[in-house]
C-alpha cells in the first residue's frame, strides 16, 4: 500500500531555478513532523509566468502565488498547521483587483480549457504512476482493441490538425504514412520549438511526458511504426531529463519495447537532441538533424510520410499533437470535434507575451476570438493601456489591428488575415509599440534565425531588415514601401521551407495594416509609439502638466526640469528618449512629436 | 510516360524526372545556379523557379527539386516568375556584384546594378552548395562544408583550417559557376605528377588512337584515387562518367589482364624508347621548365594537350626565340653512336610549327641535316626560306642564365667559330633507344641483339625481318630507328611474312636435329642453357634432357658440349662424319689399279 498523505504541494515554475522553495518547505514540514502527511510534488508548469513560482495546495483547491522562501514559514503555519488561508500570497485578479483564493476560481483558469497540457501541474512528471492514477495508458489499452484503420479514422473524425504550426491533418498523414510501401517506418516527435517567447512544448515535455510516448505508441500502432524519436533542443535539459526518465520508466512497464500490454506490438523510442533553432524545427530539417547532417529543410514535394528520415516513411508531429491523439481515442473523435470550430477542431495553446497582464501559456478552444484571448483569459493589458495590435504564429506570424479583435482565431481565418496559427506565440502591442520598429525586431530574429540554404530567406529577409533599419531611423523613401512589398512577396512565395516563406508575414502583415504609421515614419519622420529614437521627441504640453514631479523620478537622465506644481520640461539635449516620462505620466501630458520639427523649434 | 503543359504546349515525358529535367530536355532554357546534373538538386539559389498549376492552384516552385507530374501546367515565364528571378538575381548581384555569370544573369532580368548596398565587393561566392555536395556525395573526400547559418553562411574546410583530408581533385573548381573557389599548386600535387599528361581523368589516348574511345586514368580518376587512398574502404566515390554515360559504357570493374594464345607466328614490335637526356648535364634538361624533349614539344603543340596546341613557355608567354638542337644523345661517344633517323625530319617540322605558331625566331643546331627521305630535301628547303637560321655543329650547351633566358652555345663548323644564342625555349631532339627491358623480350623469343641494343634481324640486306628464330618476325623500330615510312614498309613486310607462313598450314622442318640417348643422359642440363633455341627441356619424370625436334636447328652446340656424348646430331653423328672424312681420303679403285700411292 502505498503512502497515504493528507495534503499535496504541488510546486511549479521551480525548475529553472534553484530549488530554494522546495528545500524551504521540505525542512519546514519535515522540521513540524509532518512529513508523514504531507507530499510537496515538483510539478509541470501551469502557465502562470508572470507570478510564478506557484503553489497549488490539493485537496483544498488552494492556490499561492509569487512563493518565496522567506514566505514558507508562514505558509506552512497557517495554511497547514492552522487552516487558514494566507491571502497576501493568493491570486489578484488584474481586473478586479480582488484576491482569489481556490484555483479553479481563477477567471483565467475557468475560460481554458486543457487537452494537451491536461497533466501539466497536477502530476509528478518524474512518476509512471502518477500519470497512470490519473489514467494515463488506458487511451492505448483501448487503441490495442481497435484495429489501426479504425484508430485513424477516428483521428480523422476528430478533425485533429497538427500542432506544429502549419496545421496538417493529422489522420490524413497518419493514412498516408499507413499506406506508404516499406517494412520501416519511424514515428518522429517535434519538440523543437525556436520562436522567442514560446515554450509549451516544453512545458508539455516537462510537466507531461509520458502523454508524448503513449501518443506516439498510438501513432506507431496506427501508423505500423515500431521505431520512434522524440527530437528537442539540448537546452531543454530538464524536458531531456524528464523524457529520458519517462522512456526509461514506459520500458520498466512494458509500456515500450517488445509486446507492449501483450498485444504483440513492438515499439520502442530514442531522444535525439539538438541545438535550439527556430529553422531546425522544420520537419525535413528535423529529420536531417537525426540522420546526423546539418538542421537545414529541403524540398518536401514528396511527402515525408513516403519519404522521410532516412528515405523511409514517417510520421512526424509536434508533441502537442501527440498528447492530444491519447485523449481523442480516449473519448472519441466527436468528441474533440466538438471543441473549437468545424474546420480547427480541439484547443491551442497560445503563450502569451507583450504588454498583457497574465503573461503565460494558456489553452483555448479553437476559434476564441482575440478579444476573448486578450481580455478575459490575458486579464488585459496591465495600466488599462490601449489595445494596438497583436502577433500570432511566433516571430513569423502577421501583425493583426484592433479592427480584428473579434476575429475567431483558427487556421484559416487566421492565414486568411495575413497570419497564421504556427506554434501558438502571442505578443500583445499596446500603443507604445511601434509596428514598424516590432516588424523590424522580428526580421533581425528572422535573419539570424536562417539556415541560409535559399537565397530568398538568407539574403532577402537581411535586404528587407536593412530597409526596415533605414525607416525606424528616419532615412526611409516612399519608394522604400514598394521595393519592401515586391521583395516580401517574392520571399514568401518562393523561399524553400515554410519558416523561409512565412518570413515576410511581419512585413506584409504590417504593411497591409498599418502602412499610415510606415508613412508616418518616412514623410513626417514622427514615430506615434515614440519608440523610434532617431525620429522621436517627448514634449510636456504645458496645458495639461500639474507640475507632480513623476517623470522627474522617473527619468534616468535627470532631463526634466520644473518646479512643483509647475509645468515640467524636458531638456532635449539631455533627453534619451528611452521613454520613461512617457510610461510613468499619468494624465497624458507627454507626448511624442517628430524629432526633426522639435529640434527645429529649439533652433527657432 | 506523362503529359505537362509547359507554356502552352503539350510535352510528353518520362516518370520520375524533374521540371527541370523535363525542360531542359525540350529546349526549354531556365537560369539556374545551384544545379548541376551529377549532382543531387539542392533547390538553394532558386533561379529556376516556375509556376507550377496543380488542382487549379498557382504556386511558384523551384523546378530543379519538383517533380514531373501528370497533368501539371508549368509556366516558365510569366510575370511572377520574371518577378521572383528578377528579385533573386538583384539579391544575389548584391552579394556578388562582381561576378560576370551573376552580372549576365541580372543583365537578362533587366538589373543592370545591385539594388541594395554591396557589403563585400570581392565576395564570389552565392553560397550553391555545388562544391560541398560535388566533395561529399561525389568524392567522398567530405572536405568542405557550411559553416555558420543564415547571412554569416559561409563554405569552407573543417573550422576553415587546412586539411589533409583534401585529395586536390579540383572537383569543388570545375562545378563551382562563379569561380569562386581556387586551387593553389601546393594542393595540385596530383597535376604536378603529370605536368604533360592528360588533362582530364577520362581521356581519349589521342586522336588517332584505335580504337578511339576514351580511357580512364586511374592515376588522377578520383574513384580509383579515393578506392587506392582509404583501401578500398571509399569504393563508390564520384562515378559522374557512369552517371551522364547514356549508352552505360562505363565499367569500373575492368582490369589489366593477362591472355594467353596459342599461335603460329610472333611479330615483335616493341618499339623503342626516349634516350634520358639528363644523362648529359651540359644540356641543363630538369633545369628549367622551359628546356624539355622533342616529345614533350609534340605534346604541347597537339591540339588536344594541356595548352590547346598554343606554343607557350612555362608562364604562360609565348617564346619569342627557341633553339632545337640535334643529335641530344646520338651519333655520340658518350650516349649512342648510332644515328636515331628521325630526329632531323621532326626538328625541321617543329621549327615550322614554331615559326607559324607564333613567328618566333628558331634557331637549328644540327651536325648533318639528314633529309634522306621522298620529299624530305624539299621540306628541309621549304624551311630554310621560312627563316629558319640553320646553324651547322652540335649544341655543346645549354645555360640557364638568372633572368629564366636560356643560353645555347656551340660552334659554327661553316663559319668555324663559337656562337651562342640567347633564346626562351629549347627543344632537345632525343636520341631513341631500344627499351630497357629489351633483354628479356629477346630472351623470350631467343632472338639476337646488335651492339645498338636494337633485336638483330636474320641478314642486314636478305632477311631485314626474320629473325634467327623461325616463325618470329620483327617490325619497326624495335629492329631499329625508323621513321614512320619506314616503319610501315617493315611491318608490312613482317605482317606478309608471318602470313605467308600461317597460309601454309605446316612448317618444314629441317632432318637435321639432335637427339638425346635417355640411356646416356647423366642429367647435368649443361645442354639447357647453352641451346640458343631454346630447344631442349628437362623431363624431371625420366630425369633426362629432351630436344623439341620442332624447335632444334641441329646447330650441335649441344652435341659438342655434352659431357657423357648422350646427344647426338641425326646426320651428322662422329660415325658419318668420320665416315665421310675417311671417303674423303679414300683412294678410288681405279686410282688404285694404276698404281697411285695410297
Not at chain 2, 620442332?550 to 660415325?575: D, M, N, S, W, Y
Request: aromatic share 6%; proline share 5%.
Amino acid at each position: 500500500m502505498a503512502q497515504q498523505y493528507r495534503a499535496d504541494l504541488l510546486v511549479s515554475c521551480v525548475h529553472d531555478r534553484p530549488p530554494e522553495v522546495v528545500t524551504a518547505l521540505e525542512n519546514e514540514i519535515k522540521q513540524r513532523g509532518l512529513d508523514q502527511e504531507i507530499r510537496v510534488v515538483t510539478a509541470g508548469c501551469r502557465g502562470f509566468c508572470a507570478v510564478g513560482p506557484v503553489i497549488l495546495m490539493q485537496p483544498d483547491d488552494i492556490f499561492y502565488v509569487n512563493v518565496q522562501a522567506a514566505d514558507v514559514p508562514e505558509l506552512v503555519e497557517e495554511t497547514l498547521v492552522k487552516g487558514r488561508v494566507v491571502e497576501r500570497l493568493t491570486y489578484k485578479d488584474p481586473a478586479t483587483r480582488k484576491f482569489i483564493h481556490h484555483y479553479s476560481d481563477i477567471p483565467s483558469q475557468r475560460k481554458q480549457m486543457r487537452v494537451a497540457l491536461r497533466h501539466c501541474g497536477l502530476i509528478n512528471p518524474e512518476s509512471i504512476d502518477e500519470y497512470i492514477a490519473v489514467g494515463g495508458y488506458e487511451a492505448l489499452s483501448k487503441a490495442f482493441t481497435m484495429k489501426p484503420e479504425a484508430i485513424i479514422e477516428e483521428i480523422k473524425t476528430s478533425g485533429l490538425r497538427g500542432r506544429g504550426g502549419a496545421g496538417f491533418p493529422t489522420g490524413r498523414k497518419w493514412e498516408s504514412a499507413r499506406k506508404a510501401e516499406g517494412d520501416v517506418k519511424y514515428i518522429i516527435a517535434n519538440g523543437d520549438e525556436g520562436d522567442p517567447n514560446c515554450f509549451m512544448d516544453r512545458a508539455l515535455m516537462e510537466g507531461d511526458p509520458l502523454a508524448i510516448l503513449e501518443g506516439m505508441t498510438i501513432g506507431a500502432y496506427a501508423v505500423g511504426a515500431h521505431e520512434g524519436y522524440v527530437y528537442l533542443p539540448y537546452e531543454y535539459t530538464l524536458a531531456v531529463k524528464t523524457l529520458k526518465n519517462a522512456i526509461q520508466q514506459a520500458r520498466e512497464y512494458g509500456l515500450l519495447g517488445k509486446n507492449i500490454l501483450g498485444s504483440g506490438f513492438e515499439f520502442d523510442i530514442q531522444l535525439r537532441m539538438g541545438a535550439r533553432s527556430f529553422v531546425g524545427g522544420e520537419s525535413t530539417a528535423i529529420m536531417h538533424a537525426i540522420e546526423g547532417k546539418p538542421s537545414e529543410p529541403r524540398a518536401k514535394h514528396v511527402h515525408t510520410t513516403d519519404k522521410g528520415l532516412w528515405d523511409r516513411p514517417s510520421c512526424l508531429n509536434n508533441v502537442k499533437t501527440w498528447s492530444i491523439v491519447s485523449e481523442i481515442v480516449l473519448r472519441g473523435g466527436k468528441w474533440f470535434a466538438g471543441i473549437g470550430t468545424k474546420t480547427s477542431t480541439g484547443t491551442q495553446v497560445f503563450s502569451l507575451a507583450g504588454k498583457i497582464n497574465t503573461t503565460g501559456l494558456v489553452e483555448v478552444p479553437m476559434g476564441t476570438t482575440v478579444r476573448q484571448l486578450v481580455f478575459d483569459v490575458g486579464g488585459g493589458l496591465p495600466k488599462k493601456r490601449k489595445f494596438k495590435a497583436i502577433q500570432i504564429g511566433g516571430p513569423s506570424g502577421g501583425v493583426l489591428p484592433d479592427s480584428l479583435l473579434d476575429m475567431p482565431m483558427d487556421y484559416e481565418t487566421l492565414a486568411e488575415a495575413g497570419s497564421m496559427m504556427g506554434t501558438g506565440g502571442v505578443v500583445i502591442m499596446d500603443d507604445r509599440t511601434c509596428v514598424v520598429d516590432i516588424a523590424r525586431y522580428f526580421l533581425e530574429f528572422l535573419t539570424d534565425e536562417s539556415c541560409g540554404k535559399c537565397t530568398t530567406c538568407r539574403e532577402g529577409v537581411r535586404r528587407m531588415l536593412e530597409i526596415m533599419t533605414r525607416i525606424t531611423q528616419g532615412q526611409g523613401k516612399l519608394a522604400d514601401l514598394d521595393t519592401l512589398e515586391t521583395l516580401a512577396r517574392v520571399v514568401h512565395s518562393v523561399s524553400l521551407c515554410g519558416l523561409g516563406k512565412t518570413a515576410a508575414n511581419p512585413v506584409l502583415s504590417t504593411l497591409r495594416y498599418f502602412r499610415p504609421e510606415y508613412e508616418k515614419h518616412i514623410v513626417d519622420q514622427y514615430c506615434p509609439a515614440g519608440v523610434c529614437k532617431k525620429i522621436t521627441s517627448f514634449q510636456i504640453v504645458v496645458d495639461k502638466c500639474p507640475g507632480c514631479g513623476l517623470c522627474i523620478k522617473a527619468c534616468p537622465e535627470g532631463a526634466i526640469t520644473g518646479e512643483k506644481k509647475q509645468p515640467h520640461v524636458i531638456d532635449q539635449t539631455k533627453c534619451l528618449r528611452c521613454g520613461a516620462c512617457f510610461d510613468a505620466c499619468n494624465l497624458g501630458a507627454i507626448i511624442t512629436t517628430s524629432r526633426a520639427e522639435m529640434e527645429k523649434e529649439v533652433v527657432a | 510516360m506523362i503529359t505537362l503543359t509547359i507554356d502552352g504546349q503539350q510535352i510528353q515525358a518520362e516518370e520520375g524526372q524533374t521540371i527541370l529535367e523535363v525542360c531542359r530536355k525540350n529546349s526549354i532554357e531556365i537560369p539556374t545556379l545551384c544545379y548541376h546534373p551529377v549532382l543531387e538538386p539542392y533547390g538553394a539559389c532558386r533561379m529556376c523557379t516556375v509556376e507550377v498549376i496543380r488542382k487549379g492552384g498557382s504556386s511558384l516552385q523551384a523546378a530543379c527539386t519538383h517533380p514531373a507530374w501528370d497533368g501539371l501546367e508549368i509556366k516558365t515565364n510569366s510575370p511572377p516568375v520574371t518577378e521572383a528571378r528578377r528579385v533573386i538575381a538583384g539579391l544575389l548581384l548584391s552579394r556578388t556584384p562582381n561576378v560576370p555569370v551573376i552580372q549576365e544573369l541580372a543583365l537578362k532580368y533587366g538589373v543592370k546594378e545591385p539594388p541594395y548596398p554591396v557589403k563585400n565587393p570581392d565576395e564570389k561566392c552565392i553560397l550553391c552548395g555545388q562544391c560541398v555536395r560535388v566533395c561529399n556525395d561525389m568524392v567522398k573526400a567530405h572536405v568542405i562544408n557550411f559553416a555558420n547559418s543564415g547571412v554569416e553562411r559561409v563554405v569552407g574546410p573543417p573550422f576553415m583550417e587546412k586539411t589533409r583530408e583534401c585529395i586536390g581533385c579540383g572537383a569543388c573548381t570545375i562545378v563551382c559557376p562563379t569561380g569562386a573557389i581556387e586551387i593553389v599548386l601546393e594542393q595540385a600535387a596530383i597535376y604536378d605528377a603529370k605536368p604533360l599528361g592528360p588533362t582530364a581523368s577520362i581521356y581519349v589516348p589521342s586522336l588517332q588512337a584505335v580504337p578511339r574511345v576514351p580511357v580512364i586514368d586511374t592515376d588522377t580518376c578520383i574513384r580509383f584515387r579515393q578506392q587506392d587512398r582509404t583501401n578500398g574502404e571509399i569504393a563508390d566515390a564520384c562515378g559522374a562518367c557512369q552517371m551522364v554515360c547514356e549508352a552505360g559504357a562505363i565499367d569500373f570493374n575492368q582490369k589489366d589482364e593477362i591472355v594467353e594464345l596459342d599461335v603460329g607466328t610472333v611479330i615483335v614490335a616493341t618499339g623503342f624508347e626516349m634516350w634520358d637526356p639528363t644523362k648529359l648535364s651540359q644540356y641543363s634538361y630538369g633545369k628549367s621548365p622551359n628546356i624539355i624533349t622533342g616529345l614533350e614539344f609534340e605534346r604541347l603543340s597537339n591540339a588536344a594537350g594541356i595548352t590547346g596546341g598554343q606554343i607557350v613557355l612555362a608562364d604562360g608567354r609565348k617564346p619569342e626565340r627557341v633553339a632545337i638542337i640535334h643529335c641530344v644523345g646520338s651519333r655520340d661517344h658518350n650516349a649512342h653512336e648510332y644515328c636515331s633517323r628521325i630526329c632531323c625530319m621532326y626538328s625541321l617540322k617543329q621549327a615550322h610549327l614554331v615559326k607559324d605558331k607564333t613567328g618566333a625566331e628558331v634557331y637549328e643546331f644540327y651536325m648533318d641535316m639528314r633529309a634522306f627521305g621522298k620529299g624530305y630535301e624539299e621540306f628541309y628547303e621549304r624551311v630554310q626560306e621560312e627563316g629558319v637560321t640553320m646553324v651547322r655543329g652540335r649544341g655543346a650547351e645549354v645555360d640557364v642564365l638568372e633572368n629564366g633566358k636560356l643560353r645555347v652555345k656551340g660552334e659554327d663548323a661553316n663559319l668555324g667559330r663559337l656562337v651562342t644564342a640567347d633564346v626562351d625555349m629549347v627543344v632537345l631532339s632525343t636520341a631513341i633507344q631500344a627499351p630497357q627491358d629489351a633483354s628479356k623480350v629477346a630472351s623470350l623469343f631467343g632472338l639476337g641483339r646488335t651492339p645498338d641494343g636494337f633485336f638483330a634481324e636474320a641478314h642486314p640486306k636478305l632477311r631485314p625481318v626474320e629473325t634467327n628464330t623461325d616463325g618470329v618476325f620483327l617490325a619497326g623500330t624495335a629492329q631499329g630507328p625508323k621513321d614512320v615510312p619506314d616503319t610501315v614498309a617493315h611491318a608490312g613486310a613482317a605482317a606478309s611474312m608471318a602470313l605467308a607462313l600461317l597460309s601454309k598450314g605446316e612448317v618444314t622442318i629441317s632432318p637435321t636435329t639432335a637427339i638425346v640417348d635417355d640411356k646416356l643422359c647423366s642429367a647435368c642440363k649443361t645442354c639447357i642453357a647453352l641451346c640458343p633455341y631454346t630447344a631442349i627441356s628437362f623431363l624431371e619424370d625420366k630425369n633426362v634432357a629432351y630436344i623439341n625436334e620442332a624447335l632444334c636447328k641441329g646447330c650441335g652446340t649441344c652435341v659438342a658440349a655434352c659431357p657423357a656424348q648422350a646427344i647426338t646430331a641425326r646426320h651428322f653423328t662422329e660415325e658419318q662424319i668420320i665416315a665421310q672424312i675417311e671417303g674423303l681420303f679414300r683412294v678410288p679403285d681405279f686410282l688404285k689399279a694404276e698404281g697411285v700411292p695410297a
